[in-house]
Nanobody, 123 residues
Framework: QVQLVESGGGLVQAGGSLRLSCTVTTSRYSGSRYSMGWFRQAPGAEREFVAAINWSGGSTFYADSVKGRFTISRDSVKNTVYLQMNSLKPEDTAVYYC??????????????WGQGTQVTVSS
């Protein structure tokens, strides 16, 4: 059983920052063994890849739309993955989901998903 719990969403003005957290809980072994990703889904749109980090934290991947503004990182001791979002734009408004099991850009590559956290960027 693997559970992912996101937090940190909210309302922010354009140009502002937010940091999302995703804590992995597993009964079998350390959650730090999973590669992790962040996705987002705006109303009426498909779920899209945002960023991913491999199990060791040594490799990170970003969508072109967030490169240079978002940073993914992980704390293996806390079994938590972070998404630092800077210079936010109204088009970043979406429900953000963390996912475990891959570093691919396709959502179907991930095995476990969190419940999502809303990020709203006002203009």
């Amino acid at each position: 059983q693997v559970q992912l719990v996101e937090s940190g969403g909210g309302l922010v003005q354009a140009g502002g920052s937010l940091r999302l957290s995703c804590t992995v809980t597993t009964s079998r072994y350390s959650g730090s063994r999973y590669s992790m990703g962040w996705f987002r889904q705006a109303p009426g749109a498909e779920r899209e890849f945002v960023a991913a980090i491999n199990w060791s934290g040594g490799s990170t991947f970003y969508a072109d739309s967030v490169k240079g503004r978002f940073t993914i990182s992980r704390d293996s001791v806390k079994n938590t993955v972070y998404l630092q979002m800077n210079s936010l734009k109204p088009e970043d408004t979406a429900v953000y989901y963390c996912a475990a099991g891959s570093v691919e850009t396709m959502a179907s590559s991930y095995t476990y998903w969190g419940q999502g956290t809303q990020v709203t960027v006002s203009s």
